[in-house]
């Protein structure tokens, strides 16, 4: 079914549509081309050239490397290294044993009593002088009393002097060692270290151990001279 629309005559579909028919050419047609855009041509690459292939290709020949010097050195450090340390095995293994050390002799026992008697006659002097300047020196008073100190200075000189003395002697008769000789000593010690400490004033606890000690040391002498009959 058909309608007219008003004065223009044209004819329409029924249900509207298109006032003309569809141009198919518009719709399957793509955008054309622009004469301003144009896609720029490759440009021409420069052709590499070829290269000849090697057919006969052979590695260099090998060649023995020498060492260097400082190998050699070190290698000929090594040897020698070696050498010495089987010289030495050797020499160890081969080295005869030492020789043992003589032992000291035994003293003779009649020979320790005869040097002991012959040392407490040469003493017995010395030792009874000390023995007097002891005693007068204790009885001039306590210690700290003025007449203890005013004897002190005399004592402590005599007795210096007697030190000196008696060591001499001592030396003369210290061989062979034995116990005799080693408590004369340590007597003789004792009295010096006493006369090298004692002031004037009251006595201290040092005087009183290096007095007591003199006296024990004096006890040792005078008993072994006492059994080889010599007295003083």
């Not at 141009?23 to 054309?32: A, I, K, L, V």
């Not at 090998?62 to 089987?86: E, N």
């Not at 030190?163 to 004792?190: G, I, K, N």
């Not at 290096?210 to 040391?217: G, H, L, Q, R």
Request: hydrophobic share 35%; proline share 10%.
């Amino acid at each position: 079914m058909s309608t007219r629309s008003g004065e223009t005559g044209s004819f329409r579909p029924g249900g509207g549509g298109y006032t003309r028919p569809p141009q198919t050419d518009e719709f399957h047609r793509g955008p054309q081309p622009r004469d301003d855009v144009r896609r720029a041509a490759p440009e021409p690459r420069e052709e590499l050239p070829r290269r000849t292939p090697i057919t006969n290709f052979r590695s260099p020949p090998w060649q023995r490397r020498r060492p260097s010097k400082t190998t050699a050195g070190v290698l000929a450090a090594i040897a020698l290294a070696v050498v010495a340390l089987v010289v030495a095995v050797v020499s160890l293994v081969t080295q005869p044993e030492p020789a043992p050390s003589p032992t000291a002799a035994t003293p003779n026992p009649q020979a320790i009593t005869d040097a002991d008697k012959a040392m407490c006659q040469a003493i017995g002097p010395l030792m009874k002088e000390n023995d007097d300047r002891s005693n007068a020196f204790l009885a001039t008073g306590e210690a700290g009393s003025p007449e203890r100190d005013a004897a002190l200075s005399k004592f402590v000189s005599d007795t210096r002097a007697w030190v000196q003395r008696t060591q001499q002697t001592l030396d003369d008769h210290a061989s062979p060692p034995r116990f005799t000789v080693r408590a004369l000593q340590r007597y003789v010690d004792d009295m010096q270290m006493f006369v090298a400490s004692v002031r004037p004033g009251p006595g201290t606890q040092y005087d009183e151990a290096a007095w007591t000690d003199s006296i024990v040391a004096y006890g040792g002498v005078l008993s072994s001279c006492q059994q080889l009959g010599v007295s003083w």
